[in-house]
């Protein structure tokens, strides 16, 4: 089966620094995007950010110039860099991709189990 494994959460104070990664494994012929969601007390889940196989990003416009999306194909793993962390990025963090198991399957998505990240003096 594919999983989807999320570390480097943790507590940060405001201004501070994290990097979050998430590594597929398992049943895998190709992954297409991967990207971060999250998921705030009270909030509905939103998109953090995206990135394509080729490397081109996309972010959520609360993260621009502060957060970086980058990917290691060789690895099947995907990378948050969060910068000048603020208080409202206190969230639930989860890794996304889509995932080919096989060559003649189409691309379904794939979650991982998510990872707390709090921002707080």
């Known amino acids: 089966q594919v999983q989807l494994v999320e570390s480097g959460g943790g507590l940060v104070q405001p201004g501070g620094s994290l990097r979050l990664s998430c590594a597929a494994s398992?049943?895998?012929?190709?992954?297409?995007?991967m990207g971060w969601y999250r998921q705030a007390p009270g909030k509905q889940r939103e998109l953090v950010a995206h990135i394509f196989s080729g490397g081109r990003p996309n972010y959520a416009d609360s993260v621009k110039g502060r957060f970086t999306i980058s990917r290691d194909n060789a690895k099947n793993t995907v990378y948050l860099q969060m910068n000048s962390l603020k208080p409202e990025a206190t969230a639930v963090y989860s890794c996304?991709?889509?995932?080919?198991?096989?060559?003649?399957?189409?691309?379904?998505?794939?979650w991982g189990q998510g990872t707390q990240v709090t921002v707080s003096s």
């Open positions: 996304n991709a889509l995932i080919r198991r096989t060559a003649s399957m189409v691309e379904a998505p794939y």
């Open positions: 398992g049943s895998i012929f190709s992954i297409n995007a």
